[in-house]
């Protein structure tokens, strides 16, 4: 950030002070273009001996419009070759035909003096005349005349030669140096900054200046040439002593027509408020309105308005949070949510304006009666209440304001109950139709299909993934790529793997991006607004072209309704893909890098559909070895969950317990004998494993002589018996499938 002293408005001196400011290139009334600079400069035009910036269709504006005359030929390569340069008036003058003089050439190819000396003596013979010196002694040497180039002697008081004197009469005798700069500079790209007056020529020189160094909006000449032309007529001396409102009504500018200029000239006025107003917290903080960009955080206009926050202490006090929450690195979207939710509370509250003990726990409960009206979404209104919470908290903690009640405070009670919504997973049938490449060649921009890609198949937040490093795909010692990605949200980098398709689809992008830059940064540079490729695509630009791919493709779901697809439920896919593939919940914690398994549990609770159906694919048998039914009607659903949270809650190491949640079990754990237990083919080998065990038992019962412990184990190895015969099929399979150790194979015994 630019570290700046204020100018005081007004003040005579500034012009001299800003002069000051200024590098040597833009120090002068007609800016040349450095064809190399990314911001002013550009690609030249595709004549070969033109040496001008391309500004229309790869020629310059003069080219162009000879292109155009010669009939617009398809070829524009093999016309360019054979185009001439550019006509300048900067040619050597022809000078008087007497070989010792050095004036220009007036008439009969003498000079004026040499003209009037040959007439004064009787227009002899011209080329005689001449051979034999110009009848005389040579004319008395001059200064060399003052137009660049020229290597004649001057006449006259203008100091230039009779030719170019003749040229400046002819323009009507223009300030002789800012003729002579024109003609220095004429057919070059240049700003011409000339017809200003000199305050006003300094601060479009200055923000010129600062544009460069930015490094952000490329100002080539053509694109703000009507502006300074139209500026001289306003009658003011400064940009200043006009509102931005009064000049663009002046010049008629719009959002719709004159774009360029209206914002090069908003900027400009911008840089120059900065000078006069000062920049940093020091300036800024005693102000109503922040301008953020003026605290080193990016973006032009981005503003916090504290005006609507009538009461001064509460006002202060807000700001003082707001300042604190942006040092501690809180996201600048996120202190503007706080501040509006607590300019909402202030506005309902005119009582405020009392003093800080006028803020009761009886307010408070006001407030939240008032933000159920106009906040119906809980979640809208747990985030005003979090606003007005943290508020309070930090002041306490921190001590600004003593004179707050101690029993003023938000309470868990407080806020509302947030209902769980439902899942915001695609359906598959939706991402098949979003994964497939010819729906994924209509996504226009290649940047944009690219990030598509890259949320689809990472999970990556869309922030993340367009702000990726160029160099973001590394690789472990087997080769295998994975990509590195900075998680803002967490502020730390990250890991995740990807596949090869997707590896050399980024490499392909990264040499795009090599190609087009010098010294690029990011994987996907903006289009706009980025002469050095360092800034990254903008989230908002992808979304809008999201809409536009899906309305291209015509993607709908399962009952042919158009698709409306948020960024964010790429990442909700992906989750809930891994869980439903049976991925450890701790993988996939990693994987999506979350600092929690309760964020992960957001996803995990849709792994229910996978295990329910492998319960239904399974075949359920009672301790008789009789099949159940498979709940298929209303309940279906309910016992499913009854099940769910019995396996969770009674740990059972041969199968399910379907008594219902909070009954009493009077079996206590022989369940082998127990009416109302479940199993599936699953336990199996538990289930074979016990069988000879518990015959191992009645062997050695019967040689001891325990027969009511043999009979009590007989019952259970009847039990097993008819549990092992209920779980394999009828040709001698279990049912397991690849699982069982047959491997699936019909008629084998081996399971």
């Not at 409102?245 to 914002?263: C, H, P, V």
């Not at 006069?276 to 309105?289: K, L, M």
């Not at 042919?560 to 439920?569: D, E, K, N, S, Y």
């Not at 008789?624 to 396996?647: F, I, Q, Y």
């Amino acid at each position: 950030m630019r570290q700046l002293h204020p100018i005081p408005h007004g003040d005579n001196d500034s012009g001299t002070d800003l002069a000051a400011r200024l590098r040597p290139q833009f120090a002068q009334p007609v800016i040349l273009v450095d064809p190399d600079d990314p911001v002013i400069g550009g690609p030249q035009c595709l004549v070969p001996v033109c040496d001008r910036l391309a500004v229309i269709f790869g020629k310059c504006s003069a080219h162009h419009q000879r292109w155009i005359e010669a009939g617009r030929p398809d070829d524009v390569e093999t016309w360019a070759k054979s185009a001439p340069a550019n006509r300048r008036w900067l040619h050597q003058p022809r000078k008087c035909a007497i070989t010792t003089c050095h004036r220009s050439r007036r008439e009969h190819g003498l000079c004026h003096s040499h003209a009037s000396r040959w007439q004064k003596q009787g227009r002899a013979g011209l080329t005689q005349w001449i051979a034999d010196g110009g009848g005389g002694p040579p004319l008395p040497a001059g200064d060399g005349c003052r137009f660049p180039d020229c290597c004649l002697e001057a006449e006259g008081e203008a100091g230039l030669c009779d030719h170019h004197r003749n040229r400046w009469i002819r323009a009507d005798r223009p300030p002789i140096e800012s003729w002579l700069l024109g003609c220095a500079t004429f057919g070059q790209d240049r700003f011409d900054l000339r017809a200003l007056p000199l305050k006003m020529r300094l601060e479009i020189a200055y923000a010129i200046q600062c544009r460069v160094d930015e490094r952000r909006t490329i100002t080539r000449p053509h694109s703000i040439r009507r502006l300074l032309r139209a500026l001289p007529g306003g009658g003011v001396p400064s940009l200043l002593d006009r509102s931005p409102d009064s000049w663009m009504a002046y010049l008629g500018f719009s959002s719709e027509r004159g774009y360029i200029e209206r914002r090069f000239l908003l900027d400009a006025i911008g840089y120059l408020r900065d000078l006069v107003d000062g920049v940093g917290w020091d300036a800024e903080f005693p102000r109503d309105v922040w301008l953020l960009r003026r605290l080193g955080f990016p973006g032009r206009d981005t503003r916090f308005r504290f005006t609507g926050i009538e009461p001064i202490w509460l006002r202060q006090l807000t700001k003082r949070w707001a300042r604190w929450r942006l040092s501690t690195g809180i996201a600048v979207a996120t202190v503007g949510a706080d501040i509006r939710a607590i300019t909402l509370f202030a506005q309902s509250f005119p009582a405020l304006q009392r003093g800080p003990e006028a803020l009761t726990r009886e307010l408070v409960e006001v407030h939240l009666a008032h933000l159920i009206e106009r906040f119906p979404n809980p979640k809208s209104r747990t985030g005003q209440l979090s606003s007005l919470a943290g508020l309070l908290r930090a002041a306490r903690q921190h001590g600004w304001e003593s004179r707050l009640s101690a029993q003023v405070d938000l309470f868990p009670e407080d806020y509302p109950r947030l209902v769980k919504g439902p899942p915001r997973a695609l359906s598959e049938a939706v991402m098949a139709q979003l994964e497939h490449p010819c729906v994924l060649a209509r996504f226009a921009d290649s940047r944009g299909r690219l990030l598509a890609r890259i949320l689809m198949s990472t999970g990556l937040r869309v922030g993340d993934g367009a702000r990726l490093r160029l160099d973001c795909v590394v690789r472990d010692g087997q080769g295998a790529p994975y990509l590195r990605y900075t998680n803002h949200k967490m502020r730390r980098d990250a890991f995740v793997p990807i596949d090869t398709d997707l590896a050399e689809a980024i490499a392909v992008q990264q040499q795009a991006v090599l190609d087009e830059f010098d010294d690029p940064a990011v994987l996907l540079p903006r289009p706009t607004r980025n002469p050095d490729g360092k800034v990254a695509f903008s989230t908002a630009t992808f979304r809008g072209e999201l809409r536009e791919w899906l309305r291209v493709s015509d993607v709908r779901d399962e009952l042919g309704r158009a698709v409306h697809v948020a960024p964010h439920q790429w990442r909700h896919t992906f989750g809930t893909r891994l869980i439903n593939n049976e991925v450890p919940q701790e993988t996939v914690r990693r994987l999506l890098d979350h600092d929690s398994h309760a964020m992960t549990s957001h996803y995990a609770r849709l792994s229910d559909t996978t295990i329910r159906e492998q319960w239904e694919r399974a075949r359920k048998v009672n301790i008789a070895g009789e099949a159940l039914a498979t709940d298929t009607g209303p309940l279906a659903d309910a016992v499913w969950m009854k099940n769910n949270l019995s396996r969770a809650k009674m740990a059972l190491p041969n199968g399910y317990c379907s008594l219902p949640l909070q009954q009493k079990c009077e079996f206590a754990n022989a369940c082998l004998t127990c009416p109302v237990f479940v199993t599936t083919p699953e336990f199996l080998p538990q289930h074979r494993h016990q069988l000879e065990q518990t015959q191992d038992l009645i062997a050695q019962a019967d040689r001891n002589g325990h027969q009511r412990l043999a009979e009590m184990n007989r019952t259970v190895e009847k039990n097993l018996l008819a549990i092992i015969d209920g779980l394999t099929t009828s040709d001698g399979c279990c049912g397991g499938g690849k699982s069982c150790a047959c491997n699936g194979k019909s008629g084998s015994n081996a399971c």
